[in-house]
């Protein structure tokens, strides 16, 4: 889980500093987040305020954070603040502090041309995602799973997720990994989303059924209750790879 969300940072830093040419939080706001001065023309005026206020939000949790490793006296920020020829903690700082939520929170308020440019950098599937909010969905989805596992709360019925998965959601894995349906109500659709992040991200085949082969030993005892899309033998065929 950790390499996902670390290559996801990457991927949209790399993606937001290439199109704003830019290391400035500020010009990030300015040019990358939807406000209220670059809503598309025709957008009502309570969306415009609602893109706004989501802003103002962002900039608040994003000061919260390096507030908090400010406190917590992280080398990643006070590198920044205890040296007086710097005024300003670059994005790239900032992304390395950001919790997998605040993450989440930043990539939906990305305007809809810049969640474009970052889906497409990560190589997912568009087709169903008109609004282009599988980018954020996917991981808060994610999030939910690994803060659950590192409550050591229930996981296998997915009573964790805080989010009703949408259609796009669920269309797009079941398009990509050639599944009959996913509805996110078993950990092993779960599983799935991770092998789905793990091919965009070219794992190798090996190291992609090691981490199924991983899973079917945990759940083995329960596979006769399992979902269909649970079974590692399944998803491996699918992804075209051989025991």
């Known amino acids: 889980m950790m390499f996902i969300e670390t290559a996801l940072k990457n991927i949209a830093l790399n993606t937001i500093m290439t199109e704003i040419d830019s290391s400035s939080v500020y010009d990030m706001y300015d040019k990358a987040i939807s406000s209220y001065k670059n809503a598309p023309a025709g957008t009502r005026e309570d969306i415009k305020k609602k893109y706004q206020n989501n802003k103002l939000n962002l900039q608040g949790s994003i000061q919260n954070a390096i507030a908090a490793a400010y406190r917590k006296e992280n080398p990643k920020i006070t590198h920044f603040y205890n040296n007086v020829n710097y005024n300003e903690v670059p994005i790239w700082a900032i992304f390395e502090i950001l919790t997998m939520g605040d993450f989440g929170y930043l990539l939906s308020c990305l305007t809809i041309d810049m969640r474009e440019k970052v889906s497409r950098s990560i190589g997912i599937n568009l087709s169903s995602d008109t609004y282009r909010e599988l980018l954020y969905k996917y991981v808060y989805a994610l999030k939910d799973l690994r803060n659950a596992i ?94």
Not at 224 to 237: E, F, K, L, R
């Open 150 to 243: 590192a409550h050591n709360d229930v996981v296998y019925d997915t009573r964790f997720k805080k989010m009703d998965p949408s259609r796009p959601m669920k269309q797009c894995l079941i398009l990509e990994m050639g599944m009959p349906y996913i509805n996110f109500k078993t950990i092993g659709d779960y599983i799935i989303l991770i092998c789905y992040y793990l091919i965009l991200l070219k794992v190798s085949k090996t190291e992609i059924k090691s981490f199924i082969r991983e899973f079917e030993k945990i759940t083995r005892e329960y596979e006769a209750s399992v979902n269909p899309n649970v079974s590692a033998i399944t998803i491996c065929h699918r992804m075209d790879i051989d025991f």
